[in-house]
């Protein structure tokens, strides 16, 4: 037996074929959509993620910048409170040094006034 060619069905398959070959080019079409869809999403992807590592490149220099701003910043407010506490240690030295003579005077002036004191007492007595 020999067998038929697509052309050569028998005419009670004919209908059957006909409507398998309908179903097929919409199933093609659906693929073709289905693909077409695929690849736009594709594309939008792509973008997003190169627009999504761009993004995240900044960032990351952005960090670095404001990490190494935070470290100099933090270095700088360190010495300017050493030369803040050395200047309040100097203020305070003066200071003490200065009472010191301002006592010691007084003590001087009061030893001396004492000293009058004692004169004129002699003198009147």
């Known amino acids: 037996m020999s067998q038929p060619t697509p052309n050569s069905a028998p005419p009670e398959w004919a209908w059957f074929l006909q409507a398998l070959d309908q179903k097929l080019e919409q199933v093609r079409?659906?693929?073709?959509?289905?693909?077409?869809?695929?690849?736009?999403?594709?594309?939008h992807f792509d973008q997003l993620d190169h627009d999504f590592q761009t993004s995240m490149h900044d960032q990351k220099m952005d960090l670095k910048e404001l990490s190494q701003s935070?470290?100099?910043?933090?270095?700088?407010?360190?010495?300017?409170?050493?030369?803040?506490?050395?200047s309040n240690n100097q203020f305070k030295h003066e200071t003490d040094k200065r009472v010191s003579d301002i006592h010691f005077a007084t003590r001087?002036?009061?030893?001396?006034?004492?000293?009058?004191?004692?004169?004129?007492?002699?003198?009147l007595l």
């Open 70 to 86: 935070i470290q100099y910043l933090s270095h700088k407010t360190q010495l300017q409170l050493k030369d803040a506490d050395n």
């Open 29 to 43: 079409e659906k693929t073709d959509s289905v693909l077409e869809r695929f690849h736009e999403l594709e594309g």
């Open 108 to 123: 001087e002036e009061l030893s001396a006034i004492a000293r009058r004191l004692e004169i004129l007492e002699k003198l």
